[in-house]
């Protein structure tokens, strides 16, 4: 708080878009996948819809980290039909993340080898 001729001052910072760092890259990698032409939004919507409701089913989702478990999982059936990727190479590079968040240091950047 500042304090300006007796008068304090609030300060609101806006509240972060995103829970978690990788919520905001998994939108922003979907879209650029969306304006590359790689799926329309209404099918995107359309699977995503799926994934919520497969997500949700015995529960309501809080919009965080559940919401977001779900874009992902639509986002990997994306890249499954389409043939971008291959559910093997999915479960490698998931391993791969595992392991190098697993091995790397309280505090620095998590990154591949």
């Known amino acids: 708080m500042a304090k ?5 001052l609030t ?3 806006p509240e972060p878009v995103f829970e978690e760092v990788w919520h905001g890259q998994l939108f922003a990698l979907t ?3 969306n304006e590359a032409g790689h799926f329309s939004w209404a099918d995107w919507a359309k699977k995503f819809g799926i994934s ?3 997500h949700g089913f015995d529960r309501e989702l809080n919009g965080g980290e559940d919401y977001f478990t779900a874009w992902l ?3 990997e059936g994306f ?3 389409t043939n971008m990727t291959g559910q093997k190479d999915l479960v490698l590079i998931k391993e791969a ?3 190098a968040y697993l091995s790397t240091p309280h505090g620095a950047p ?4």
């Open 4 to 8: 300006l001729s007796g008068t304090v």
């Open 11 to 13: 300060v609101l910072l």
């Open 31 to 33: 879209v650029l996948l």
């Open 52 to 54: 919520l409701k497969k």
């Open 73 to 75: 999982d639509a986002l």
């Open 79 to 81: 890249l499954t039909e």
């Open 97 to 99: 993340w595992k392991t």
């Open 110 to 113: 998590v990154s591949l080898k």
